[in-house]
């Protein structure tokens, strides 16, 4: 027996909103019932495009809530909005699907994972970066070299987004990293317990603060993540996912964030094709399928806030010019 697909809210109607649009309406395990944005002629347009043009449109979600009698809430809204509309989503009883980062501090997450606790229900992260079939082949590999001495990770790219993004301060931090600093999680499985950051803005940079950081984290096995990233660097532009070297106890995996990962060393892997939808799209997949199952999904609030984590202490280190231990901005 096929079951029926769950009944989505999307909040959030922007560039990202659009691209969720696409996914959802390509999804046949999920249905959008109501879009809702604070601009809801923005949402008129993009529901028109999208062809959700019979969807409930409003600037309330609780609005939208009592209209539809949805199932699950989509949170595409901007990082500040993000407490607001996954409190009230889980108040209402439903489980939320958010885009990352959950929220802007390590606080503000917390609070959050302790509604999700009450309330009983799923609030898991878009950790959209997760859901590249290289990266589980990447993982695969690093898994084989045994023990990891070494991650680096480069990110260069120069994009000019307008709106928030050029305005905040530690932009590549705080909008961008957090993707390579969840995906050396997943990779070695292994967490952080220190970091050491510089961060600074190139003086042709179009961003307001924080366009390049260097960020050095110890890891619980002994192991260290270089991250050196830029998001003004006109030239040899990495992939979106950043370029990735892991040096290993029988040898090297290398990935360029596009293609299929290299492994180099005393080693063989068999091949075993991945599959699963990638991007977005697989990180709906798998809410779908852990509000069905009751299963918990990786990037959970609870485990999502140790990526969040290493964004705040990492900018705290750049701040203060010192080495910062993850249990600082964990409370633990
Ligand atoms: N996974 C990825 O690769 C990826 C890429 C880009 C953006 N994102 C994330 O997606 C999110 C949205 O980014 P964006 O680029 O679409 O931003 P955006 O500014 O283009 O759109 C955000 C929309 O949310 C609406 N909004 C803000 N507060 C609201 C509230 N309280 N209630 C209802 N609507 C509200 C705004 O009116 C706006 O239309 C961010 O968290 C961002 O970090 C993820």
Redesign the pocket.
Known sequence: MTAAPLRLIQ???????R?WLRTIADNPDVELVAL????TA??EQAAMEHDAAGIVIT?S?EDAITRTAPDAVVD???????S??NITALRAGLPVLC???IAPTVADAREQARVAEETGLLLMT?Q??RYYRALSRFRDQIRALGAVGSVSTRFFKAPH?G??REEMRHVLLV?MAI?AFDAVRYLTGSDPIAVVCVESNPPWSWFAHGANAVAVFEFEDGSTFTYDGSWCAPGDETSWNGSWFVSGEHGTATWDGDGDPVLTGSVELAHTPASGRE??AGALEDFVDAVRTGRTPDTEVHANIVSLAMVEAAVLSAEEGRRVLLAEVLGS
Request: no cysteine; glycine share 10%; hydrophobic share 50%.
């Open positions: 909040v959030g109607a922007g560039a990202m909103g691209a809702v944005d604070l601009n923005a949402a600037d979600l595409v809204t901007v990082p500040v909005a993000h607001v509309v885009e990352k980062p878009s959209s970066r987004f709106g928030f909008d993707h991007e977005i």
